[in-house]
């Protein structure tokens, strides 16, 4: 296989498994208010839910590296995929009584989602062309959103026409297909990995090291802490802030998350073509950081007067910034990590970035049962964007 067709092969297989991944873990979101009249609680506790997720992928992603190294990304990334199946498998069987199935079910997906990005990053460090780094990274992230764009489109027709559960079981069946999919290019794209590697608690913890002597890799780390928080909060909450404080139907507040999600593609594959070319990464993401703020303000005033196109373009702007952040991070980490380390880099990397999403949505829930609204919420995350972009560029400018 040449260079060329190697770049290209990983870059798809990653890009199609982050695909399937994120429509797993937003699943539960695009359906809240279906799925929170079957169990009998409220919709807004969906964040307890996503912060379940990110809580197991935050654990996760810091012990991938070894197996990574172990096993190789294409493995990993099949045994993440079989996971978040059976996690959104076991919710569309679980009984309206039993909610702790629900809560080990999204612990389980979480154990799937956590460790794809450092087994992505592992293969694309090594198979990437150099001059288009941040691009080739933008594009494998835009996974995230189109997986959670594809949900928003297609679960809640699903859903309407089968029911919930059915829509969750059709889900988990195209995962176990994807797995099979890509076995016959795991031993070409899993050559570098060493079967004798050595797995411990110890080797678990020890790339959080690397954050501390590294003063690039921290300042990335923090900053995607409350980036990846305002992103979660945009997706998990942005269907029923539409359903329940502007009047949304079910359907039009899912093609609005889809919006968001689609302009979250857009965004990555653009923000990473500017940092290859015009702008420092740093600047970039101090950029999106405040633009994603200004987009939450936004949100967090609207009324039922404003036109729903109105707010399906300002979810596309949100969804550009809040969202189009990760693959001009990821990019960075992977360029500052020593060679064929990435995975394990990336993976203490993303330790911070999951505990952001598990403080997040938690967060934006308790701040909206508390007010009985949820533009306090978007206000306050808004408000940890902007704060966060105006760190990074104060230790640029030191």
């Known amino acids: ?71 190789g990304s294409i493995r990993v990334s099949q045994a993440c995929v079989v996971l978040c199946a059976l996690g959104v498998g076991a919710i569309a069987v679980a009984p309206a009584h ?25 293969l694309l460090q090594r198979t990437a062309p150099p001059a288009r780094m941040a691009l080739t990274f933008s594009i494998k992230q835009t996974g995230v959103p189109a997986g959670a764009a594809l949900s928003g489109a297609l679960l809640p027709a699903l859903a309407l026409a089968t029911g919930w559960r059915v829509a969750f079981a059709i889900a988990a069946l195209v995962g176990l297909a994807i797995v099979v999919i890509a076995q016959p290019i795991r031993a070409g794209l899993d050559a570098d990995r060493n079967p004798k590697g050595h797995i411990s608690v110890a080797s678990i913890f020890a790339p959080l090291a690397l954050l501390r002597e590294s003063r690039g890799l921290r300042d990335l780390a923090l900053v995607s802490f409350a980036y990846s928080a305002t992103q979660m909060c945009l997706t998990s909450f942005l269907v029923v802030h539409l359903t329940e404080s502007l009047r949304f139907s079910l359907v039009a507040a899912g093609l609005a998350l889809t919006s968001a999600t689609l302009g979250g593609v857009a965004g990555r594959i653009g923000w990473g073509y500017v940092a290859d070319r015009w702008l420092a990464p740093r600047v970039v993401l101090a950029t999106i950081g405040f633009l994603a703020g200004l987009c939450g303000v936004l949100m967090a005033i609207a009324t039922t007067t404003w ?3 109105a707010i399906a373009v300002l979810a596309a702007l949100f969804g550009a910034t809040a969202i189009g952040w990760n693959g001009v991070q990821l990019s960075e980490v992977a360029r500052l990590a020593p060679p064929g380390r990435a995975g394990k880099v990336t993976g203490a990397t993303g330790f911070v970035t999951f505990a952001g999403v598990v403080v997040g949505p938690p967060s934006f829930a308790l701040l909206s049962s508390a007010t009985g609204s949820y533009r306090i919420g978007f206000m306050a995350f808004a408000g940890a964007s902007i704060t966060a972009a105006l760190g990074l560029l104060r230790r640029r400018i030191q």
């Open 1 to 71: 296989m040449t260079v060329a067709r190697t770049a290209f092969v990983a870059l798809a297989a990653t890009l199609a498994i982050q695909v399937y991944t994120s429509f797993a873990a937003t699943a539960a979101a695009v359906l809240a208010p279906e799925i929170a009249r079957a169990f009998g609680v409220e919709a807004r506790w969906i964040g307890a839910f996503v912060g379940l997720v990110y809580a197991g992928g935050m654990f996760a992603s810091l012990a991938s590296g070894g197996f990574i190294e172990r096993h």
């Open 98 to 122: 039993a909610l702790a199935i629900v809560a080990v079910a999204a612990v389980v997906i979480g154990l799937g989602y956590g460790p794809i990005t450092p087994a992505s990053s592992q």
């Open 307 to 309: 036109s729903p196109v």
